[in-house]
């Protein structure tokens, strides 16, 4: 999916929302869990009841990798059932990859060719040639600058003898190697003001904006700061939609809570 | 293992040999492809024929996850046949995570207690929450800190307003969460002087030095800047050990290569 398309869905279904898909076994309805394949169920659920609401759906594989081969085969059903279901969704891969040239191209290979993601979330510490085979598919690479954790101080925000911080390294050096067409870029919603810093480095870029709900940040500070002439967010909510209820009624609950963000999103989208 | 036994069995075996598993399906010798399982299959000939030689293996997560789910079989049943086979052994799932914490928790668990490896490779990108979950479990984290490939001077080796680079502070800041008896460092090899500064921030830690052979480092070099008094190295060799043959004979041809890497080493080895 390219970025004008992207837009386009924003636009139609008044929603940048992105529904986190961190399915943890020991958290989903007890009831599922008779099933041959729990993980699977429970997504198909929240999908089918929150894809009117939202334009993304962002499957983070710690979770999947975490139950062994069971939990890889549910992470890739689950891909395959919204590329099938739901092909206006894009599908990003939260795997924070990052490695040599040769090792990194195979990750690439695993989550564009194999999974047949839209996008894959990478760590840049290793430079250029860790991401690049990432740029080498038709698909997107959301690269980690500013994290919503607070071990975001630890390096992220030090500041070079230039005076820059890493993130803003990050954000300057990374348009050398793609542009905003292929690249979006990780922004922790808890430090709203932060947007400033990063919209002056990255202008036209789509951020991807986890941290809202559970991990604290605001939406209105996230669209004041941080929205472009295209939108330019997807605001990643986890487990406020998909954990919000453990009875029977979980879809509903997960539609119903996705709706109330996507509410909130329509009011700040003048598009 | 801890570290005193770690020591142990490289004086023993005259070796600090670790054999990267980057087990590529298009490059093990063809006649293996007829098999079940030729990942496994190869993978178990080259570590029956190596291991006499070497201290550690290290398979390269990325090599298998481009395989899918059967990629992961494969990974499973490769750490488990060297775990109850060659118990000595130090197992690396070299995956290169870090995420926040509740996220780095699960791959901990996946690599700690479902595969039951001795090490992670963790990224440093996100910060002290990204790796202490891993410090949970009794195991190792084998930090990046200076990586063997060109993009690491992208951001490893620019210098903050103190004067450190990044692959420095990330030496001084981490060990603030641990110490030498769980904690390693990446360091590339092809910068045999960057040891001096290496050792200089972290005289007792073991280091993990990827890049001597295929990626060009000096086994000399490396043991002149980066040897300590327990010998504190860990040099893998991968591309040149196990895809050296791809003949019916690959896997003598294995154990010949890696009996020249253990003899040049035992050379540099004053235990």
Chains 1, 2 share one sequence.
Request: proline fraction near 4%; charged fraction near 20%; glycine fraction near 6%.
């Amino acid at each position: 999916m390219n970025k004008k398309e992207l837009f386009e869905n924003i636009k139609r279904k008044k929603s940048f929302l992105c529904v986190g898909l961190d399915t943890d076994i020991r958290k989903i309805p007890p009831h599922l869990l008779q099933e041959e394949d729990p993980i699977f169920v429970f997504n198909k659920a929240i999908i089918d009841a929150t894809a009117p609401y939202c334009v993304a759906y962002k499957p983070n594989l710690a979770f999947y990798e975490s139950m062994g081969v069971a939990g890889m085969i549910a992470f890739e059903k689950t891909v395959a059932y919204i590329r099938t279901t739901y092909p206006d969704q894009f599908i990003i891969a939260d795997a924070k990859r990052g490695d040599i040239g040769n090792t990194s191209a195979l990750y690439a290979r695993s989550f564009f060719e194999h999974a047949k993601v839209d996008a894959v979330t990478v760590s840049p510490y290793m430079g250029e040639d860790s991401v690049k085979p990432f740029l080498a598919y038709n698909g997107w690479v959301i690269l980690l600058a500013l994290t919503s954790n607070t071990g975001s101080k630890d390096f992220q925000l030090t500041e070079d003898a230039d005076g820059l911080c890493l993130f803003e390294k990050v954000l300057l050096r990374s348009q050398e190697w793609s542009s905003d067409e292929q690249m979006m870029y990780v922004v922790g919603a808890t430090q709203g003001s932060m947007f400033l810093k990063i919209r002056k480095y990255a202008p036209h870029h789509f951020l991807l904006v986890p941290g809202v709900g559970a991990q604290g940040g605001s939406l209105e500070e996230v669209c004041k700061y941080g929205m472009n002439e295209q939108c330019g967010l997807l605001v990643n909510a986890s487990r406020a939609i998909i954990f919000a209820d453990k009875t029977a009624s979980f879809a509903e609950t997960a539609s119903y809570e996705a709706i109330k963000i996507q509410q909130e999103m329509k009011l700040y989208l003048q598009f």
